[in-house]
């Protein structure tokens, strides 16, 4: 029987499988991270206030929302290899429209573009990974998180440096390089998705939803779309105001942005660990709950004791990245298929993400008007206990549909 021109064919080497799905995860971030370090800096040389620069750092959560509502059908019609390489085409233009020197306009328009760029790429990997991985999803996962936030702790810990250099609009541009030379590196699949189509001669390029019950209507997509939405809006809050929370309490510019870098760069302990522990256990429930428990002890460091900062940025990085790759991890295991897990990225990342966009919004406008991060991080301690009880449902061993 053949196979939907969405499913295409794998590749003779896993290694090389593997590979391409990492240089895929390696760009997924720093496009994005290396903003944070640098939020105060744009302010000031564009003039533009904590809430405008709160909506400068929502934009890739909405973007993320909205693109993922939409690109499961795209993989369906064009195929996931294609539609990922030019996910990454447009990343880099995206990337360079956003490091002109054309003011607000640019800065906006092109993070709006590369923002839509990494959201096919969030979508479809977790997709990739379960057609091309379907007994190693919780390894591979960790070690596709674990690139991924490897990636953004660079980008975080070497932006301030890098833009006392060479200026902050050819820092946030540096990137565009990467996503070029991954493009080259994924194309080397798209041989195989022609000879795949090729075979499937007579199926229509546009296929139809696979079969199957409405995610919609799935108690349990809804659980992992609520947990994915918490901890994607607790993770873009502090990606662009945790230097700000920082420098209030007296850190360097240059030291915020060491450990916001450190605040990512722990989660590649936290991705390989927890897809570990993931790979062996039949319920995920304890390891979400224990990594919201971690998280809530960052948070309230953070609040209680600011002086003791790098510890929290450690303590709650490590838990953030973990949060990641579970959110990633539920979609894949819940699903049954690389169509199902398509669909349910779709909707947990499309619905989750919007959601979370409200993070770094909310945030730099309740600064404004109370100018203290005190209740900024209060709220994120709620946020930390409701994903808690929202992940005791959605680690359950049990299918969306």
């Not at 290694?15 to 799905?21: A, C, D, I, R």
């Not at 085409?89 to 020197?101: H, Q, V």
């Amino acid at each position: 029987m053949s196979r939907a021109p969405w499913s295409s064919a794998r590749h003779p080497s896993q290694l090389m499988l593997l590979v391409s799905v990492l240089i895929v995860a390696a760009n997924l971030r720093p496009a994005i991270t290396a903003v944070g370090p640098l939020i105060e800096r744009i302010g000031d040389d564009t003039g533009l206030g904590p809430a405008a620069l709160g909506l400068l750092g929502a934009i890739p959560a909405m973007g993320f929302g909205v693109v993922a509502l939409f690109v499961a059908a795209a993989g369906r019609r064009w195929g996931l290899e294609r539609t990922i390489f030019f996910a990454l085409l447009f990343l880099a233009a995206g990337t360079l429209l956003r490091s002109l020197p054309l003011g607000g306009f640019s800065l906006f328009a092109g993070t709006i573009l590369l923002s839509a760029a990494i959201g096919v790429g969030n979508v479809l990997v977790p997709a990739v990974v379960k057609r091309d991985f379907p007994g190693r999803v919780p390894a591979v996962t960790g070690l596709y998180t674990a690139v991924l936030v490897g990636c953004a702790a660079v980008a975080s810990g070497t932006a301030v440096p890098v833009a006392a250099a060479h200026g902050w609009e050819l820092t946030l541009g540096a990137s565009a390089l990467l996503a070029l030379v991954s493009a080259g590196v994924w194309s080397t699949r798209l041989r195989s998705a022609r000879r795949d189509a090729a075979s499937a001669a007579g199926t229509p390029l546009l296929t139809p939803e696979p079969p199957g019950g409405s995610m919609w209507r799935s108690a349990v997509a809804w659980q992992v779309t609520g947990y994915f939405a918490l901890q994607s809006g607790i993770f873009y809050l502090m990606l662009t105001w945790f230097p700000a929370i920082q420098t209030s309490h007296g850190f360097s510019e240059a030291s915020a942005g060491l450990w916001l870098g450190a605040y990512q760069a722990v989660g590649i302990a936290a991705s390989l660990v927890v897809g570990a522990v993931m790979q062996r256990a039949a319920d995920q429930r304890l390891t979400l709950l224990a990594l919201a428990g971690i998280m809530l002890i960052g948070v309230l460091g953070m609040l209680l004791i600011p002086s003791a900062m790098p510890a929290w940025a450690v303590i709650a990085g490590f838990a953030s990245g973990g949060n990641l790759l579970v959110g990633l991890t539920l979609i894949s295991m819940r699903a049954r298929t690389s169509a199902e897990a398509s669909r349910l990225s779709g909707m947990a990342q499309g619905v989750g993400y919007l959601l979370a966009a409200v993070g770094p919004l909310l945030a730099g406008t309740l600064f404004e008007v109370t100018e203290s991060w005190s209740p900024v991080l209060w709220i994120t301690v709620a946020a930390i206990l409701a994903m808690a009880v929202v992940g005791s449902f959605a680690g359950r061993r049990v299918d969306v549909l």
